[in-house]
């Protein structure tokens, strides 16, 4: 048995699981981000969770989260295709104590965590870029840009983060892209 994305794939068959679309999807914390009133030092992680819908069954949605020292919550980037639709910018920055959000419905992955103060020295690197990225008013599901494409971009202006991303990361071999 094989649960996914708010499907059951059992010997072939395919049924609805109990959601019953992304109204009601779990946006619940997944518990696995440090709790800002106990985790006092700078906090940078990544996350990875199965995209909405039919498109989780190979592809998965990512994001940035950040926390500077003593801060008591995260500023949480990501790139979201439907703000373009509503005429906003499709990159969204945020501020939450939870960053570790289930992406409607699915369990968030950890892909990246730097703690101390090698996450503070990189995290107005971060923000720098993120004011840079050269795609905050686009999404194209794909080729890209997308949600994994701003990670993946950061990455590059930001190497000394380490961060690789899965195979299933469709649309983050756009940052590649020339943008000059």
């Given amino acids: 048995m094989y649960k996914h994305c708010g499907f059951i794939l059992l010997t072939g068959l395919l049924s609805a699981c109990s959601s019953?679309?992304?109204k009601t999807a779990s946006r619940e914390p997944a518990g696995i981000a440090p709790s800002p009133e106990q985790e006092k030092q700078a906090v940078i992680e990544v996350y990875a969770a199965d995209a909405y819908s039919w498109r989780g069954w190979f592809a998965v949605h990512t994001w940035i989260a950040t926390k500077d020292v003593n801060a008591a919550q995260y500023q949480v980037y990501e790139v979201v295709g439907w703000r373009v639709n509503r005429g906003l910018p499709a990159l969204s920055h945020y501020q939450t104590p939870t960053p570790d959000r289930y992406w409607f419905g699915?369990?968030?992955?950890?892909?990246?965590?730097?703690?101390?103060?090698?996450?503070?020295s990189l995290i107005p690197d971060i923000e720098q870029a993120v004011k840079r990225y050269?795609?905050?008013?686009?999404?194209?599901v794909f080729p890209g840009p997308n949600s994994n494409t701003f990670p993946a971009w950061v990455g590059q202006q930001v190497p000394e983060l380490g961060l690789k991303l899965p195979f299933s990361a469709i649309g983050s071999g756009y940052a590649n892209k020339d943008t000059q």
Avoid: F, M, R, V
Avoid at 134 to 140: E, G, L, R, S
């Fill in 20 to 22: 019953d679309g992304w």
């Fill in 106 to 120: 699915a369990k968030p992955e950890k892909l990246l965590s730097i703690t101390g103060a090698k996450a503070q």
């Fill in 134 to 140: 050269p795609w905050a008013n686009h999404y194209k």
